[in-house]
């Protein structure tokens, strides 16, 4: 099983909200990711944990919280957000620093 | 400075016919892994194959194989007998420590 699943599936959110994303796999791996990936590009890393803990952070703004409560689980908070931070977020996880498995995404649209 | 090229934006393809997606990469490493990722309209990004430096043979996944020429730099994707749900965004990706190192994708259309 290679499941890893992303909810919402969809998400609008007014620049004064707060909301969270929320990534979970059952692999047993000890490696998350979170990506953004705007239309047409690559995905953008932003975080990466490491047996539960922050090991990557590439410059994210702080209106961007993760948070991984536990091995399966890994959070994404939302605060303040802008309409550029309208894109797709995708999770993945790994078992080692090799293949990358992703979640199904989430929508995000900032109005 | 690790690079992944790819220099195909966009391919049509005939229904049932092979198609080869080009990719070349660059590193100092002598130990790396590369990857490819099929992107559908959806969004998922689904791991297709895998291929490792130190590999003597080349990849294979059902129609997926990665032709690697580790001299040349180059890790194309060939799928065999392409069909419709072939089509979606396919990009190469490279590892470093836990971070991918992704090309620019290749848009795919398979065409009946």
């Known amino acids: 099983d290679t499941e890893v699943t992303q909810t919402p599936k969809h998400l609008v959110m007014g620049m004064t909200n707060k909301k969270s994303l929320k990534c979970e796999q059952h692999m047993g791996h000890r490696a998350m990711y979170w990506y953004k990936q705007k239309a047409k590009k690559p995905p953008e890393l932003m975080f990466v944990?490491?047996?539960?803990?922050?090991?990557i952070n590439e410059s994210v703004p702080s209106r961007f919280s993760p948070e991984c409560p536990n091995s399966s689980l890994l959070n994404l908070h939302l605060h303040a957000l802008q309409p550029e931070d309208s894109a797709l977020y995708l999770c993945?996880?790994?078992?080692?620093?090799?293949?990358?498995?992703f979640g199904p995404g989430t929508r995000l649209t900032v109005t | 400075a690790q690079k992944i090229t790819q220099t195909q934006p966009g391919m049509f393809v005939q229904e049932k016919e092979a198609v080869t997606l080009d990719c070349t990469y660059d590193t100092s490493d002598p130990s790396y892994g590369l990857f490819w990722y099929k992107q559908p309209s959806s969004g998922e990004m689904i791991f297709l194959i895998y291929q490792g430096s130190y590999d003597q043979q080349n990849a294979t996944e059902g129609r997926y194989s990665l032709n690697f020429q580790k001299a040349r730099k180059s890790a194309n994707l060939v799928i065999s007998a392409s069909q419709l749900g072939d089509s979606a965004m396919y990009f190469c990706a490279m590892s470093r420590n836990y971070q991918l190192i992704w090309g620019a994708g290749t848009k795919l259309i398979i065409k009946p």
């Open positions: 993945a996880s790994s078992q080692t620093s090799y293949e990358q498995y």
């Open positions: 944990y490491s047996y539960e803990k922050l090991s």
